[in-house]
T-cell receptor, first 115, second 114 residues
Framework: NAGVTQTPKFRVLKTGQSMTLLCAQD?????MYWYRQDPGMGLRLIHY???????AKGEVPDGYNVSRLKKQNFLLGLESAAPSQTSVYFC??????????????FGPGTRLTVL | DAKTTQPPSMDCAEGRAANLPCNHS???????VYWYRQIHSQGPQYIIH???NNETNEMASLIITEDRKSSTLILPHATLRDTAVYYC???????????????FGQGTTLQVKP
């Protein structure tokens, strides 16, 4: 199993450009999440999905859109990139477990710089 | 979800036990305590979780006080590879009424020294 993979690993954008970050998981997890992490800070939730075709806003959703057309994929879009969106983006997935473990599996991250 | 408080940094000698404290005085009865760690720039990694009993796995032990207002993560024999940021997170388990969102604070930076 590859677990959670993210594409691309690095990207540099100019202000106003758009891009899509792809997250894929092969663990058949229902839940998927997008976080961002700024230097010296903890992760903050952008958007999440509790199943195919459903998405919801997290703590910091402004400037981002998401889609979950297939269960294994969760896409994060930036329509008009701004320097404030320079960050490391992490995707995660999770399954419901009776034990309460509900471990979130994280991808390796995408390092995005907006000039 | 209840808020947690952790010291910003700690040092530990290699081979010694690392004890990382976490306060969660507003924890509710159905909230679990989770610990994750993030090793330099990688995605966070699950370590352990507990509800009210002490827990142990191959990575660590979790000690939760009887009133559940605080907990301690114990790495029994810290190695240099345990140098990381450790996050203590409190939330209810995943289910129809909860989406499993993790609220990360700034965590504790553990430096294991030779």
């Amino acid at each position: 199993n590859a677990g959670v993979t993210q594409t691309p690993k690095f990207r540099v954008l100019k202000t106003g450009q758009s891009m899509t970050l792809l997250c894929a998981q092969d663990m058949n997890h229902e839940y998927m999440y997008w976080y961002r992490q700024d230097p010296g800070m903890g992760l903050r939730l952008i958007h999440y999905s509790v199943g195919e075709g459903t998405t919801a806003k997290g703590e910091v959703p402004d400037g981002y859109n998401v889609s979950r057309l297939k269960k294994q994929n969760f896409l994060l879009g930036l329509e008009s990139a701004a320097p404030s969106q320079t960050s490391v983006y992490f995707c995660a997935s999770s399954a419901v477990q009776a034990t309460g473990r509900n471990e979130q599996f994280f991808g390796p991250g995408t390092r995005l710089t907006v000039l | 979800d209840a808020k947690t408080t952790q010291p910003p940094s700690m040092d530990c000698a290699e081979g010694r036990a690392a004890n990382l404290p976490c306060n969660h005085s507003t924890i509710s009865g159905n909230e679990y305590v989770y610990w994750y760690r993030q090793i330099h720039s990688q995605g966070p990694q699950y370590i352990i979780h507990g509800l009210k009993n002490n827990e142990t796995n191959e990575m660590a032990s979790l000690i939760i006080t009887e009133d559940r207002k605080s907990s301690t993560l114990i790495l029994p024999h810290a190695t240099l590879r345990d140098t990381a940021v450790y996050y203590c997170i409190v939330r209810v388990a995943l289910g129809s009424s909860n989406t499993g969102k993790l609220i990360f604070g700034q965590g504790t930076t553990l430096q294991v020294k030779p």
